[in-house]
């Protein structure tokens, strides 16, 4: 919300006016250069296939490729895809300091019923310069994807849209939705409209990425399936492949957890998909 070169407001002006302390501004991530951007998609290949591993691990494994590169660097380009090691740690989502949490109704609780539990979260794809997100919803119990954005911003409006989306194409709502504690879905306007259409707020306790596991491994699926063996240019093309994917992912990929099934055929076993997204 700070806009560092406002025509009239500095930014003292304007921390004033929203409350915030000036300490709390984080200087801007420089630009990328070539050699940043073959870093980036080398720790993404890492971390797909080894999402565990953190800067130590990924540093020995570049330098293995004849990267020599250190762990400061590793960290940095880490954090400008918003990705970190999955393993237990104080905090693997950041939430507003002002934003409430809810507690995670999952636990030990078994899933039997389509539309008891959606569920959703964001992925990092990167691009040839810079990088975009992607944001799927997903029924908990058919693994089915009912609806997914593409987006080079990572806000709250580009969830809302997917949340609408998979509303209005399946006619339906669940009973509960769970997300981790990002600052998109604690935000008002997210949680409004959840409890606004009747359904129960369940988020991802702290260090718990296993929370949310099955969208977890939508997001390796994706990506060693499809995203790496195409190359991409610009948003659009990658929400073209995302959306050929999502197509093969619903319809023809089986699940040896439904008896070999497709997700809507287990979802929505009498009714093909609608358009896809």
């Not at 407001?9 to 200087?27: A, F, G, M, P, Y």
């Not at 090691?85 to 934003?99: F, G, N, Q």
């Not at 089915?144 to 809302?160: K, P, Q, R």
């Not at 995302?242 to 089986?254: G, P, T």
Request: proline share 6%; net charge positive; hydrophobic share 35%.
């Amino acid at each position: 919300m700070i806009t560092p070169n406002h025509p009239k407001l500095s930014v003292r002006r304007q921390c004033k006016l929203l409350d915030v302390n000036r300490n709390r501004l984080k200087k801007p991530p420089g630009k990328m250069t070539h050699s940043d951007t073959e870093l980036v998609h080398l720790i993404d290949v890492i971390y797909m296939e080894c999402p565990f591993f953190g800067t130590r691990q990924i540093r020995n494994d570049l330098r293995k490729l004849g990267h020599r590169v250190g762990r400061n660097r590793i960290r940095r380009l880490m954090k400008i895809m918003g990705i970190e090691a999955l393993c237990p740690k104080p905090s693997t989502s950041t939430p507003s300091p002002a934003h409430k949490k809810y507690p995670y109704l999952l636990r030990n609780i078994k899933v039997t019923e389509v539309d008891e539990v959606w569920c959703t979260d964001i992925t990092y794809i990167p691009m040839p310069q810079g990088h975009c997100y992607l944001v799927a919803i997903m029924d908990w119990h058919s693994r089915a994807v009912l609806a997914w954005e593409v987006s080079n911003t990572m806000d709250t409006g580009f969830c809302l849209r997917a949340l609408q989306r998979a509303f209005e194409r399946t006619g339906r709502k669940p009973k509960v939705f769970n997300t981790d504690q990002g600052s998109q879905f604690t935000s008002p306007e997210w949680i409004q409209t959840i409890e606004g259409n009747g359904i129960k707020v369940s988020m991802d306790g702290k260090g718990r990425w296993m929370d949310n596991v099955f969208i977890e491994r939508l997001w390796r699926s994706i990506k060693y399936e499809k995203l790496r063996l195409w190359s991409y240019e610009t948003v659009g093309e990658v929400a073209q492949l995302v959306s050929d994917w999502m197509e093969f992912y619903n319809h023809r990929r089986n699940h040896s957890a439904h008896g070999r099934q497709s997700p809507w055929a287990v979802y929505e076993p009498e009714i093909t998909l609608k358009t896809a997204a």
